[in-house]
């Protein structure tokens, strides 16, 4: 309701020309509370959407979010995801969807809605992060490799096979990654041999604070290892790995949520839902091996090298990569994250911004 008031204030001094809501907003309830806005260019753009999103209790006001975002499709002009695991996960699960309704259902709103749609990554703007590498990693790389690999800085990690391994686990909330799994992935910092006699293993989880554009807001000293699902198991578990974690909790400087990334090696996700994954992105950014789920929007974006299909998979990937820190410190990650970078995208921005109110409603 402010945001109506606040547009009905300056709609007699500014004209419009393009309405651009985020697919939380029920854009057919303001398209009806302000006709005068219905003759706009309206762009809906979904950073995430509510027909598979994970819910801990199905309840009767979860149908009414999603069908708040069918009906926002179909009053919108153009319909904008940030992957096409997105586009396609919400398209192909309207028919499903819309039976929940008991009565009168719509027909064919996949076919109605599927043309106005397009994919529209999600812009990042990527720090230059070499005022953040480690006394090794400026030793090794001379000053123009450093700058070269300000865009591709995931080659920027150290040669020395007996360091310490660090990995850092992905966070958005408590509802997003499968507790189970970070706890075991945790209690690899307990198993031996993992690391060269001699060197403990730094097992850092980073609990990402509210994302706002085009950053989240980050880390603090060191990679973090962060509660990633019940408290409960994770305050057990805290007590048994206080020793080889370097981090809990919130991380709220962004330059050292930065710095943090740098350090680290190995970044972990075992996130139940993702529609895009800039925590992921900026840690590849960063430097970090990637290890991802074989599912959601991450084949979209990592190659297969750099995917999971079972936990097992996972564990035995990281137990290797602590007993050789090499072989992730001396690879190159193949994913080009420029292409997610503002610089790459804001020409498409632009375009889809560009366009001039609408006579014919």
């Given at each position: 309701?402010?945001?109506?008031?606040?547009?009905?204030?300056?709609?007699?001094?500014?004209?419009?020309?393009?309405?651009?809501?985020?697919?939380?907003?029920?854009?057919?309830?303001?398209?009806?509370?302000?006709?005068?806005?219905?003759?706009?260019?309206?762009?809906?753009?979904?950073?995430?959407?509510?027909?598979?999103?994970?819910?801990?209790?199905?309840?009767?006001?979860?149908?009414q979010y999603g069908y708040n975002q069918v009906l926002s499709c179909l009053v919108a002009d153009v319909v904008v995801f940030n992957s096409a695991f997105n586009m396609e996960s919400f398209l192909t699960t309207i028919g499903t969807f819309m039976k929940l309704i008991p009565d009168y259902r719509p027909k064919d709103l996949e076919k109605i809605i599927r043309p106005k749609c397009q994919v529209l990554y999600f812009p990042i703007n990527f720090p230059d992060v070499k005022r953040f590498f480690t006394d090794d990693k400026h030793s090794y790389f001379s000053e123009k490799t450093v700058v070269e690999e300000a865009r591709?800085?995931?080659?920027?990690?150290?040669?020395?096979?007996?360091?310490?391994?660090?990995?850092?686990?992905t966070k958005n909330s408590d509802s997003d990654q499968e507790p189970g799994s970070c706890k075991?992935?945790?209690?690899?910092?307990?198993?031996v041999p993992l690391n060269p006699p001699g060197t403990p293993q730094e097992l850092n989880r980073k609990e990402e604070s509210e994302s706002t554009v085009p950053y989240h807001e980050e880390d603090k000293e060191q990679p973090t290892f962060d509660p990633c699902g019940k408290t409960d198991i994770f305050t057990e578990a805290r007590k048994d790995l206080d020793a080889c974690v370097s981090h809990w909790g919130y991380i709220s400087?962004?330059?050292?949520?930065?710095?943090?990334?740098?350090?680290?090696?190995?970044?972990?996700s075992t996130a139940k839902h993702e529609f895009f994954?800039?925590?992921?992105?900026?840690?590849?950014?960063?430097?970090?091996?990637?290890?991802?789920?074989?599912?959601?929007?991450?084949?979209?974006?990592?190659?297969?090298?750099?995917?999971?299909?079972?936990?097992?998979q996972l564990f035995k990937r990281l137990q290797n990569f602590c007993k050789r820190p090499d072989l992730?410190?001396?690879?190159?990650?193949?994913?080009?994250?420029?292409?997610?970078s503002w610089a790459a995208l804001c020409r498409e921005f632009r375009s889809l911004l560009a366009a001039e109110a609408r006579e014919d409603l």
């Open positions: 309701m402010q945001i109506i008031l606040l547009l009905k204030m300056y709609s007699d001094v500014i004209v419009w020309r393009v309405l651009f809501t985020s697919s939380v907003l029920n854009l057919a309830e303001l398209a009806a509370l302000r006709p005068d806005l219905a003759t706009l260019k309206k762009i809906l753009y979904f950073h995430e959407n509510q027909l598979v999103y994970p819910v801990r209790k199905n309840q009767e006001r979860d149908f591709n800085p995931e080659r920027c990690l150290s040669e020395n096979e007996n360091s310490t391994l660090v990995k850092r686990l075991k992935i945790s209690a690899t910092c307990q198993e400087s962004k330059e050292e949520y930065f710095k943090a990334l740098c350090e680290a090696d190995v970044v972990v994954g800039v925590a992921m992105l900026e840690a590849v950014h960063c430097g970090c091996y990637p290890l991802c789920p074989n599912a959601l929007v991450y084949p979209e974006i990592f190659a297969a090298e750099y995917l999971y299909s079972t936990p097992e992730v410190r001396k690879h190159h990650a193949k994913v080009d994250t420029d292409q997610f």
